[in-house]
């Protein structure tokens, strides 16, 4: 069976969703929606062209009116919710998408629809270009979304504003100035739902990567708050901590790494095969007369095809040690071949990190 997402979309479950859309919708042609669907080069097709094909050929058969196609839509999504379809599975992206590629020109019923459907399916990707084309406008309404009875709406007005949202259009705007987002965050720091929390973790992570000292600030604003909004902060931090900046890391005091003492440090498979694994270890001993917490974290130095190399930070653990305590760490990195990075033979390298500070390299060869 494939495990390409992808292949998510198969015969059975067009056979399946065809069915649907035929008792919901008058008139529907499910034989020539799956027609459409399959035609060409569907087998060449990656995930993102197989959802936007899909939404293409629901689109053949909906009305031309959008307002129209966005009452089917929705009827379509209340009975996927009655039928116990799966919710936020990624077949069902297509939806969104068909208000995307087709709604844009009529705001009022697009926006009505995408308040209902990502109560099923997240609609995060398709409230992008609105927020492009509407500016304020879309902005406003994600405000008034962070105060929706229900979450997945609320999560929608932060995960969709995010400045770096993932797979997601570009919004630059946001990018250059997020201040449209912080009321939002707001709102929804302390949100009963976890999911809803996350997200906001995720947009501050986002904001940090371009205005460090804001999230600097929000950090110190919400700080004590509650146990979970100080873990969300944690995580809106991550980024920051993985680049050791000086700020974050006094804020949760781990801006010191002379208490501690690291020895042994020995990469155990000085070459490594693609597909096989580096393996290194050390010791790291707290020297102080008192605890003290320590964030343990590694870095791989990857070698790039111009022969420059990319640094990406891992955490291994963070956690107190008592007054002359002492352990030793063992570790491995995969260099399995992955979808998202290209490995390419030669030297790369490995680093400890202590508190933010490289505290001991070395190098192996990758074949």
């Excluded at 008192?290 to 022969?307: D, F, P, S």
Aim: aromatic letters at 10%.
């Amino acid at each position: 069976m494939s495990t390409l997402l992808k292949d998510l979309y198969h015969p059975g479950f067009f056979d399946r969703f065809g069915t649907l859309l035929q008792e919901e919708i008058g008139g529907f042609d499910k034989n020539a929606f799956i027609r459409t669907v399959f035609a060409g080069n569907w087998k060449e097709l990656e995930l993102k062209e197989r959802i936007r094909r899909t939404s293409q050929a629901l689109h053949t058969q909906l009305p031309a009116r959008f307002p129209d196609a966005a009452r089917q839509l929705c009827r379509i999504t209340t009975r996927l919710q009655k039928e116990k379809f799966t919710g936020n599975s990624i077949e069902f992206l297509i939806l969104p998408d068909y208000i995307e590629q087709f709604g844009l020109d009529d705001y009022p019923a697009a926006v009505q629809a995408m308040e209902k459907i990502t109560q099923f399916m997240t609609c995060e990707f398709a409230v992008r270009p609105f927020l492009i084309r509407y500016g304020e406008k879309m902005m406003l309404q994600m405000l008034a979304w962070s105060l929706h009875k229900n979450e997945q709406v609320r999560r929608l007005a932060s995960e969709g504003m995010r400045p770096r949202l993932p797979w997601a259009m570009a919004v630059p705007a946001l990018k250059k100035d997020p201040s449209p987002v912080l009321p939002i965050l707001e709102n929804l720091k302390k949100d009963p739902s976890e999911s809803v929390r996350r997200s906001v973790a995720n947009n501050l992570n986002d904001i940090a990567k371009d205005h460090p000292a804001l999230v600097l600030h929000i950090a110190r604003k919400w700080k004590g708050l509650g146990p979970e909004t100080d873990a969300l902060i944690k995580h809106g931090s991550r980024t920051l901590l993985k680049q050791g900046h000086p700020e974050i890391l006094k804020y949760y005091g781990l801006h010191k790494s002379d208490h501690f003492k690291t020895g042994g440090f020995k990469i155990d498979t000085p070459v490594v095969k693609t597909g096989e694994s580096l393996s290194f270890r050390f010791t790291l001993k707290n020297t102080d007369r008192k605890k003290q917490t320590v964030r343990l974290e590694y870095a791989i130095w990857y070698l790039r095809q111009n022969g420059t190399h990319s640094k990406k930070v891992f955490k291994i653990s963070e956690r107190v040690l008592a007054a002359g305590e002492e352990l030793a760490i063992a570790r491995r990195q995969s260099f399995r071949i992955i979808t998202t990075r290209t490995f390419y033979p030669g030297k790369h390298r490995v680093s400890l990190i202590v508190n933010g500070k490289e505290v001991a390299e070395g190098g192996f060869l990758l074949r």
